[in-house]
């Protein structure tokens, strides 16, 4: 018998400390096993319900059903609180489960850790109380009155951390609410490195900004100091012009030699000058076309020739020309066409020693095809990669062909605007191929 009461008083004990959500299955755990031991106790204390009769079987048939009851109402060993306790258990959040005097009824391991506090200690306190450090984070969403999901800040300098707050209620079968569970989530890792980057990203564009601002700086100095070289440049190459062609007065034919010595370096600096004026304004987002709906590359082309042949005079380079014979009308800034061929036709006279340059125009459908061969220098694989960028050169072509490495970056630009591309094949020590696409009708 008092092995009996002892199993009563630690059903008692269980029954004050389980959660209220499961406490109503305990009690009638309780009720169902405290029957049977109470009426076995009445002959004891001579107290008898039926004469002559006893009563246990009848306790027993009383338990039964009790325990019955228990078992189709709340699912009493059910294995679904079993699951749903291992997971309060484990899960890596922190849990605390309240009742409607928010009072701390549950705890899970994390939400130890995270309180600082023995689970027994904490359960049974007013939640004001257990997580008094952060009352005044707390108490901005008091009352409870309903879902919660926000995310709040705590410590300061190295004990600065960031918690995701998820505040639910908690409803009994009958529909009426039975308190609170709170998940606190740790994000304190997750919110600096997006402060970090929002930091780093914002360096970015301070340091882009600058830079911009340098660049436009450099590009309208450039434009300036362009603009300020060439005029006195072309009264240089033009009194010169006049001095070689006797219109000043006789000269002697070793004058004539200097003097077309000189205009030479003096057309080669106006050409240098130009360049960086035009890869200045391709920068600064001021390079524009002048389109027209008439340009006929045939006669483009004559004109670029014109201005070629004095490069290839004397030396052992043959020009071929395959022109497609029934190239269309374009739409295009004629003058900028004009300087693409020249580019593509003087970079490879430039790097050709000997052998043959071939210029291929081809009628493509919607577009034309420019295509420069020779049997030059060659690019290797890793400067292909570069080529196309201002002030590039080959190591070769620093050493052997004059040059700012503007040519084929301002062609780029150029064929770009136009709405067509450039691209290149090449092989170290047999030659290169450049290629540009044209748009016959350019786009608006």
């Given at each position: 018998m008092g092995l009996g009461f002892v199993t009563i008083g630690l059903l008692v004990a269980h029954v004050r400390r389980t959660d209220s959500t499961y406490r109503s299955q305990a009690i009638i755990i309780l009720i169902g096993v405290s029957v049977p031991i109470i009426t076995g106790l009445f002959p004891v204390l001579g107290i008898s319900l039926m004469a002559q009769r006893d009563i246990t079987p009848i306790a027993f048939a009383i338990s039964n059903v009790i325990v019955a009851w228990g078992l189709l109402r709340y699912r009493l060993f059910d294995l679904v609180p079993i699951a749903r306790d291992k997971v309060f258990e484990n899960i890596p959040q922190a849990v605390i489960v309240l009742d409607m005097q928010l009072r701390v009824v549950d705890v899970n391991p994390a939400g130890v850790l995270l309180i600082g506090q023995e689970k027994q200690v904490a359960i049974g306190r007013d939640v004001r109380d257990v997580l008094a450090p952060w009352f005044h984070v707390l108490e901005r969403y008091?009352?409870?009155?309903?879902?919660?999901?926000?995310?709040?800040?705590?410590?300061?300098?190295?004990?600065?951390?960031?918690?995701?707050?998820?505040?639910?209620?908690?409803?009994?079968?009958?529909?009426?609410?039975?308190?609170?569970?709170?998940?606190?989530?740790?994000?304190?890792?997750?919110?600096?490195?997006?402060?970090?980057?929002?930091?780093?990203?914002?360096?970015?564009?301070?340091?882009?900004?600058?830079?911009?601002?340098?660049?436009?700086?450099?590009?309208?100095?450039?434009?300036?100091?362009?603009?300020?070289?060439?005029?006195?440049?072309?009264?240089?190459?033009?009194?010169?012009?006049?001095?070689?062609?006797?219109?000043?007065?006789?000269?002697?034919?070793?004058?004539?030699?200097?003097?077309?010595?000189?205009?030479?370096?003096?057309?080669?600096?106006?050409?240098?000058?130009?360049?960086?004026?035009?890869?200045?304004?391709?920068?600064s987002g001021k390079l524009s076309l002048f389109v027209e709906h008439d340009v006929v590359l045939k006669e483009e082309l004559t004109f670029v020739l014109a201005l070629i042949e004095p490069m290839l005079h004397g030396r052992p380079i043959q020009l071929v020309t395959e022109i497609d014979p029934d190239l269309p009308i374009m739409s295009g800034d004629k003058r900028r066409i004009r300087q693409i061929l020249l580019n593509l036709l003087s970079n490879a006279a430039k790097f050709t020693d000997e052998g043959t340059i071939t210029l291929r125009i081809q009628n493509q459908g919607e577009q034309v095809l420019l295509t420069v061969i020779d049997e030059g220098l060659g690019i290797s694989p890793q400067m292909q990669t570069t080529?196309?960028?201002?002030?590039?050169?080959?190591?070769?072509?620093?050493?052997?062909?004059?040059?700012?490495?503007?040519?084929?970056?301002?062609?780029?630009?150029?064929?770009?605007?136009?709405?067509?591309?450039?691209?290149?094949?090449?092989?170290?020590?047999?030659?290169?191929?450049?290629?540009?696409?044209?748009?016959?009708?350019?786009?608006?």
């Amino acid at each position: 018998m008092g092995l009996g009461f002892v199993t009563i008083g630690l059903l008692v004990a269980h029954v004050r400390r389980t959660d209220s959500t499961y406490r109503s299955q305990a009690i009638i755990i309780l009720i169902g096993v405290s029957v049977p031991i109470i009426t076995g106790l009445f002959p004891v204390l001579g107290i008898s319900l039926m004469a002559q009769r006893d009563i246990t079987p009848i306790a027993f048939a009383i338990s039964n059903v009790i325990v019955a009851w228990g078992l189709l109402r709340y699912r009493l060993f059910d294995l679904v609180p079993i699951a749903r306790d291992k997971v309060f258990e484990n899960i890596p959040q922190a849990v605390i489960v309240l009742d409607m005097q928010l009072r701390v009824v549950d705890v899970n391991p994390a939400g130890v850790l995270l309180i600082g506090q023995e689970k027994q200690v904490a359960i049974g306190r007013d939640v004001r109380d257990v997580l008094a450090p952060w009352f005044h984070v707390l108490e901005r969403y008091l009352p409870f009155t309903g879902a919660i999901s926000d995310e709040f800040e705590v410590g300061q300098g190295a004990e600065r951390r960031f918690f995701a707050l998820s505040i639910t209620p908690i409803f009994g079968r009958d529909e009426t609410q039975a308190g609170w569970i709170a998940i606190l989530r740790n994000i304190t890792e997750r919110r600096l490195a997006n402060e970090q980057l929002r930091q780093q990203s914002a360096e970015l564009l301070v340091a882009k900004e600058i830079a911009e601002q340098a660049n436009h700086i450099k590009s309208q100095f450039l434009a300036s100091m362009s603009h300020e070289l060439r005029t006195p440049l072309n009264a240089i190459i033009n009194f010169t012009e006049m001095v070689a062609m006797g219109m000043i007065g006789p000269i002697a034919d070793e004058q004539a030699d200097l003097l077309n010595q000189s205009l030479a370096s003096s057309r080669h600096l106006l050409n240098l000058i130009n360049d960086v004026l035009d890869i200045s304004k391709i920068q600064s987002g001021k390079l524009s076309l002048f389109v027209e709906h008439d340009v006929v590359l045939k006669e483009e082309l004559t004109f670029v020739l014109a201005l070629i042949e004095p490069m290839l005079h004397g030396r052992p380079i043959q020009l071929v020309t395959e022109i497609d014979p029934d190239l269309p009308i374009m739409s295009g800034d004629k003058r900028r066409i004009r300087q693409i061929l020249l580019n593509l036709l003087s970079n490879a006279a430039k790097f050709t020693d000997e052998g043959t340059i071939t210029l291929r125009i081809q009628n493509q459908g919607e577009q034309v095809l420019l295509t420069v061969i020779d049997e030059g220098l060659g690019i290797s694989p890793q400067m292909q990669t570069t080529i196309f960028e201002p002030f590039v050169q080959t190591e070769d072509g620093v050493k052997q062909a004059e040059g700012t490495g503007l040519g084929l970056p301002i062609t780029k630009s150029l064929a770009e605007a136009h709405g067509g591309r450039i691209w290149l094949e090449s092989t170290l020590g047999q030659g290169s191929a450049f290629y540009v696409a044209l748009p016959i009708k350019r786009e608006p």
